[in-house]
C-alpha cells in the first residue's frame, strides 16, 4: 500500500494541536522530525508486549524482541543499499558514528603530514572529531573552498585533495544552506587519491535515496530522530573491509567473544561495535520509520520538497530586507531555506514566529565556521518535511511580514 501525500499529514498526531492560540505550523523538521502513528504504536507494542534484552535469552521474549533488532538492521541495510547487515552499525546518532569513524579509524591510520579534507558547511559534529585527530596524529585539516552561492565545486575539490590526503569527509547535504553536495563525484576523486570518503547523511538520508553503494562512500552516518523515528539511535554504514579492521570504541557485555582474565576477543561484524545493552527499542521504532518512509515513498518525498524549498524561496522574495542564504536554484538544493530579516535578530525573528504558533530553529546551527563565511552571527531557519504544505510557507511569509512590522513600529 502507498500512502499518498495528501493524506500524510492526518499521520502525525502532533501536529493536530495548537500552540499560544494558533494551528501548529512546525517548520523545525532539520531539527528533528515529527513521528507517525505507526512509529508510536510500534514503541508502544515492544514495550507493552516483548519487551526484553536481546541476543543472551532463548525465553520467548527475547527471541522477539532480537528478531525485532536485527529485523531493523535489515530495513536499514535494504533501505540504503548496504551490501550486507555487517555493515550496519547502530548507533545514538550521527555525532556518534562521525566520532566513531575519527577514533577508531582515523587515529590508527593517520601520521604527521597526512590531510583530513572538509568544508566549510559541516556541522560541527563532522568539524570537531577530524579536528581532535588533527591534534593527536599531527595531520593536517584543510577546507575546501565555497562558492558564492555556498555550493563546492569540483575544481576546488580537485585543487584541495592531493596524495597526501587520507580522509574527504562531508555532509551530503547542508543543515544550513540545504545545499546537496556531489557525493559520488567527490567520493571518486578522494578515492583517486588514496583517501576514504566519509558523509555525514543526516539531512539526506530522510529526504532523498541513499544508495551507498552507487555513492561508493566509504562511512555513512545518518540519525532516526530526522527521518521520522525515535531519538537517541543512528547508523554508521562502513564498507567491510574496513569495520573488520577497525577495533572498538566501547567494551563490555554484547560485543565480547571471549573474556580471560588478562585479555578478550571480539565478536564478529557487527556486534563488535555494539557493547552493551543496545538501543532496542529506538532501532524497532527506526525499522518502523523506514517502512512508512518507503510506503510513502522517497522519491514522492524529495519531489514534494522541491516544490516547497521552490514555493519558499519564490514567496520570501516578495519580502522586502530579508536574505536568503544558499543556493538559489530549487532543485539544488534541501527543502529549507536559511534566512534573516535586516534589523532584527535571528532569535526574536523565531520569538515572534513562535507567538503565531510557527517553529522555526534560529542561531548558529552548530556550524560556527559556516556563519563566519557567510558574516553573520546567527540566522533563522524554515525547515519542511513530507507533512508541509504550501499553506505553512503561506503563514510563514505572514508571520514574517508581522515580525518585520512589529520592529519597525517598536525602533
Known amino acids: 500500500m502507498t500512502i499518498s501525500m495528501q493524506d500524510v499529514r492526518q499521520l502525525f498526531p502532533i ?15 532539520a531539527a528533528t522530525s515529527q513521528k507517525p502513528l505507526s512509529v508510536i504504536k510500534a514503541l508502544d507494542e515492544y514495550y507493552r508486549g516483548y519487551n526484553s534484552n536481546v541476543h543472551r535469552g532463548v525465553h520467548t521474549l527475547g527471541t522477539k524482541a532480537t528478531d525485532g533488532y536485527e529485523g531493523a538492521r535489515e530495513k536499514v541495510r535494504a533501505f540504503i543499499n548496504a551490501a550486507s547487515t555487517e ?7 550521527t555525532t556518534t558514528a562521525l566520532n566513531m569513524v575519527a577514533s577508531s579509524y582515523a587515529r590508527e591510520n593517520l601520521n604527521e603530514g597526512d590531510e583530513i579534507v572538509i568544508t566549510y558547511m559541516e556541522h560541527h559534529s563532522n568539524i570537531i572529531p577530524w579536528q581532535q585527530v588533527a591534534k593527536k596524529t599531527g595531520a593536517t585539516l584543510k577546507y575546501i573552498p565555497l562558492e558564492e552561492d555556498g555550493t563546492i565545486s569540483i575544481e576546488k575539490v580537485e585543487e584541495t585533495v592531493t596524495s597526501n590526503t587520507k580522509i574527504v569527509s562531508m555532509a551530503h547535504v547542508s543543515n544550513v544552506l540545504g545545499t546537496i553536495n556531489p ?24 529526504h532523498i535515496r541513499v544508495d551507498v553503494q552507487d555513492l561508493d562512500v566509504d562511512f555513512f552516518a545518518f540519525s532516526s530522530h530526522k527521518m521520522c523515528g525515535p531519538t537517541g539511535v543512528g547508523v554508521l ?26 585479555d ?17 527499542a529506538g532501532a524497532i521504532g527506526l525499522g518502523a520509520a523506514i517502512d512508512f518512509l518507503e510506503e510513502v515513498g522517497l522519491e514522492n518525498i524529495e519531489a514534494h520538497e522541491h516544490k516547497l524549498a521552490e514555493y519558499a524561496l519564490h514567496r520570501m522574495a516578495e519580502i522586502e530586507g530579508i536574505t536568503v542564504f544558499g543556493p538559489n536554484d530549487p532543485m539544488n538544493r534541501a527543502g529549507l531555506v536559511t534566512f534573516n530579516i535586516e534589523g532584527v535578530h535571528p532569535h526574536d525573528v523565531a520569538t515572534v514566529l513562535d507567538a503565531e504558533g510557527i517553529a522555526v530553529r534560529a542561531g548558529h546551527h552548530c556550524a560556527q565556521p559556516l556563519m563566519k563565511w557567510l558574516n553573520v552571527s546567527a540566522t533563522a531557519r524554515a525547515s519542511f518535511y513530507l507533512y508541509n504544505t504550501t499553506d505553512d510557507i503561506d503563514k510563514l511569509v505572514k508571520g514574517l511580514v508581522k515580525t518585520k512590522e512589529y520592529f519597525s513600529d517598536v525602533f
Open 15 to 29: 501536529l493536530h494541536q495548537e500552540v499560544n492560540g494558533n494551528p501548529l505550523v512546525y517548520l523545525d523538521s
Open 87 to 93: 555493515e550496519v552499525i547502530f548507533t545514538r546518532g
Open 183 to 206: 557525493i559520488k563525484e567527490v567520493a571518486k576523486i578522494a578515492h583517486s587519491h588514496g583517501a576514504i570518503m566519509v558523509v555525514d547523511g543526516a539531512q539526506s538520508t530522510p
Open 237 to 262: 554504514y562502513g564498507k567491510k573491509h574496513l569495520l573488520e579492521n577497525m577495533e572498538p570504541v566501547e567494551f563490555g557485555g554484547e560485543m565480547i567473544d571471549f573474556v580471560g582474565l588478562h
Open 264 to 280: 578478550s576477543t571480539w565478536k564478529e561484524l557487527p556486534w563488535k561495535f555494539e557493547g552493551g545493552t543496545p538501543i532496542i
